[in-house]
Each structure stands twice: as C-alpha cells, then as structure tokens.
C-alpha cells in the first residue's frame, strides 16, 4: 500500500501508482463488450451504447452481473433513465463495432446506424449482431467507486450465438481477435 513516503513493497511514489497501476492492468487481458440501452423520451427511443472491458458476472443464484461506468459517460446519464440495459459479448470480428463505440463524440443519434444489430426482448435495448453471447439485465443498485460508478444488475435473459465465433480481447491498448 502506497502512503506519504511511497510504496515499500514496489518503491513507486504516491504520484506514480496510478500509472503504475495503468500498466499492471494493461497487461490483463480482458473481453470487450458493448453495453447499450434504449432511451424512450417524448415517443421515440434513443439507443445508447458504449464499449466497456469491465462487464464481470458476479452470481448464479440469482444470476447477477456488473459493469463500471465512468461518471461522465453518456450511458452513466442514460442509466437514471432506464431500469434495462444490455451487454454484447464481443465476437472476432467485431473490432470495428468496438473501436466506434468507444469513440468520443460520436454522434448519440444514429450511433448504431453503421452497426448491425438486432433488439432485445427483455430490455428492448440493441443487441449487437457481431457477438457471440447477449446479456440483459435490469439494475439493482448503482455505487459510486472513484470516477467510475458500479452497476449491479439483475440478469433478465441470455442468449448465446450459435458456431463458432470466437471472442475480442484487449490487452496492452490493443484490439485482439481470439479464435475458439
Ligand atoms: C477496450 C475499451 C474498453 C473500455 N471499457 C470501458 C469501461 O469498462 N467503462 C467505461 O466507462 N468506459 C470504457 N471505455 C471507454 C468508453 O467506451 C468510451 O469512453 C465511450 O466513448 C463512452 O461513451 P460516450 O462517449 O457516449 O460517453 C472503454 C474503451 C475501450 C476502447
């Protein structure tokens, strides 16, 4: 643990530990999701949705998953708006849907237009056609953790792809296809 005088164990400076942590964390590789939601306001529905390497199923019984959301994300507004929201697992060949979907000020209104998608029936939010595996879910509770906030959720219905579609990790800063 790092104090005043730095961390005895690893020699870093307080003022180092975050990118020290940065680095350590890096070096996990992670499956990438997108999280989306469909906002209805005034009659029409908004689809949201984010790239996110922190979705982690947390229970069986209940089924019960989680994912962080930076404070000052969109979707982090969209979640007081919505009691539904949906995780993509990523699939191979879907880089392309994860890099977009993690680009800052992308257009909110039509952000999914140039990815294929389909709707869920438990959530209504967007399901992304490149996935191997679909997770939705209805909030539970909501905690804050540094600048990100923890979303707990009730799983509400999952579904996995049929064949073999392999998955997308990142590790490094970098996008991965893994093969099955
Ligand atoms: C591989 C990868 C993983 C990410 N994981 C998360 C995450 O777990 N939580 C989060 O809040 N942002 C995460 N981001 C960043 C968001 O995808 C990005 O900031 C996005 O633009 C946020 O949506 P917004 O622009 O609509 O606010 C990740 C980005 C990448 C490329």
Redesign the pocket.
């Known amino acids: 643990m790092a104090d005043a005088a730095g961390d005895p164990v690893s020699g870093a400076a307080p003022g180092d530990l975050v990118e020290t942590f940065r680095a350590a964390t890096a070096r996990l590789a992670?499956g990438?999701c997108v999280?989306s939601a469909a906002r209805r306001r005034g009659g029409s529905t908004a689809d949201?949705?984010?790239?996110?390497?922190?979705?982690v199923p947390v229970s069986l019984y209940p089924p019960m998953a989680l994912?962080?959301?930076?404070a000052?994300?969109?979707?982090?507004e969209v979640l007081d708006d919505v009691d539904t929201w949906a995780v993509s697992v990523l699939d191979a060949r879907a880089g392309h849907a994860?890099?977009w979907?993690?680009?800052?000020?992308?257009p909110?209104i039509g952000?999914l237009g140039p990815v294929a998608h389909h709707r869920g029936v438990a959530s209504g939010a967007a399901l992304l056609d490149g996935a191997q595996a679909w997770v939705e879910c209805r909030t539970a509770w909501i905690r804050p953790a540094g600048d990100?906030d923890v979303v707990v959720g009730e799983v509400v219905s999952a579904q996995v792809a049929p064949g073999a579609r392999g998955a997308l990790v990142?590790r490094l800063g970098r996008?991965a296809p893994l093969p099955d």
Not at 72 to 76: C, G, L, Q, S, T
């Open positions: 992670a990438v999280v949201h949705a984010m790239t996110v390497t922190s979705f994912f962080c959301v930076h000052e994300a969109r979707m982090r994860a890099e979907l993690a680009t800052p000020g992308r909110t952000q990100h990142h996008l």
